[in-house]
């Protein structure tokens, strides 16, 4: 399913702790305003400067040692793409408007870096915490120096470990769930077979995330006569708890499809009993009745991406006019609405659930177009290989964020 519109430069401004985005350069590319709060700055102070410029070292001070430390952290984080967390550091700040001032402050630095396609860096996350105010505290105590910094460095070092320990435990538990749901969607999922006489190639790519697996289902059903029908939905929800109500409306959907005498009250039936599974809010469903006798393709969509029909001459016809709101959405409506289109010997008939398509940030047209690009590209090729270039061509190479299924079928 399409995440919901999210405004990331709302979040990052939003964000309680001081964080800046930097060129490779180590220029300033944006702050948010909690650094600038830290910092004592404004916008226009930073952006497009180059950090040292920025914030020099107190030259009054010259025992610290904080820019050549905080320089070689980031020039770590470059070379290695990999985070650093720099431990406590003095970095001295000039208030602003007052040259020639220095405040003592301190600060817990984090640098983590920003991966394009080819694996290299291509900015880098600054985010500060200050803890001056805890520093002076400690000092206020009376211990030593020597103390102060031992003490501080030992409850940061739990503090590290407490949260490795966390992320540790997490992944492991998401990773046992992704394990258990792929086993479970696995077991309900029908194998690719023959079905009524017709061969369908099957595709199944779960997400590479371990949260966002197990949504996406599909279905071969044989009908009396010379027809089958097919059928993909996306389940909104991750992990076990969508594997389970994934199963229950795939299940629900192939007995309906059977008793119906078309794709539209067989959705309308599914829809009666979604309303009575948490969980099964907003699902999208697409459901195409197959008919070699008349060779025609009667099809009914909830809220589900259009199915695609490549003919013989490698033209592409998206099957969307039939399309009304995803499942159980409380809309008033008299009935789903169904279409049907005649199909010539030897067209393939594609039907895949939105990871195919979709991309963050992306409107769905641009995913639609790829598609048909990538159809349009093969045609006269077999069910198999045309559903094996598709994947190839529209997944990303570094993987996907979503389930992603496809069922091709030559008609």
Request: charged share 25%; proline share 7%.
């Amino acid at each position: 399913m399409a995440e919901p519109g999210i405004d990331y430069a709302a979040i990052f401004n939003a964000l309680p702790n001081g964080v800046a985005l930097l060129t490779p350069q180590l220029v300033y590319l944006d702050v948010n305003e909690a650094y600038l709060r830290l910092a004592g700055r404004q916008r226009r102070e930073l952006i497009g400067r180059y950090v040292f410029d920025a914030f020099p070292d107190n030259p009054g001070n010259p025992q610290v040692s904080s820019v050549r430390d905080l320089h070689e952290s980031l020039e770590r984080v470059i070379a290695t793409g990999e985070r650093d967390v720099m431990p406590l550091q003095r970095y001295d700040v000039q208030p602003a408007g007052r040259p020639g001032r220095w405040e003592e402050r301190y600060w817990i630095i984090i640098n983590i870096p920003l991966r394009g396609a080819d694996g290299k860096v291509t900015a880098i996350v600054h985010r500060v915490e200050e803890l001056t105010e805890y520093v002076r505290a400690v000092r206020g105590r009376g211990e030593s120096e020597g103390e102060r910094a031992m003490k501080i460095q030992a409850e940061l070092y739990t503090r590290s470990r407490e949260l490795q320990d966390l992320n540790q435990r997490l992944r492991r538990a998401h990773a046992r769930e992704r394990e258990v749901a792929l086993a479970l969607q696995e077991a309900m999922l029908p194998p690719p077979r023959p079905v009524g006489g017709h061969y369908a190639a099957v595709r199944y790519r779960p997400a590479t995330d371990a949260l966002n697996v197990c949504g996406d289902w599909y279905d071969l059903i044989e009908l009396p006569g010379d027809r089958i029908a097919v059928s993909v939905g996306d389940v909104v929800g991750h992990g076990l708890r969508a594997a389970g109500v994934m199963g229950q409306l795939r299940s629900a959907l192939s007995a309906a499809s059977r008793v119906t005498p078309g794709p539209a009250l067989a959705l309308e039936a599914l829809e009666r009993y979604a309303d009575s599974i948490e969980g099964a809010e907003t699902t999208t469903a697409v459901i195409a009745f197959i008919d070699w006798a008349t060779h025609t393709i009667t099809y009914s969509s909830a809220g589900h991406p259009p199915p695609a029909l490549l003919l013989p001459d490698g033209s592409v016809r998206l099957l969307d006019q039939a399309t009304d709101p995803p499942l159980d959405t409380a809309i008033d409506q008299e009935g789903r609405p169904e279409a049907t289109v005649p199909f010539t010997e030897g067209s393939i008939l594609s039907l895949y659930t939105d990871g195919l398509i979709e991309r963050r940030g992306e409107d769905i047209d641009a995913g639609l177009t790829r598609l048909v690009d990538s159809l349009t590209r093969h045609p006269g090729t077999d069910s198999a290989a045309l559903a094996d270039a598709v994947m190839a061509e529209l997944l990303p190479p570094d993987g996907h964020t979503d389930d992603t299924a496809l069922v091709v079928i030559r008609l």
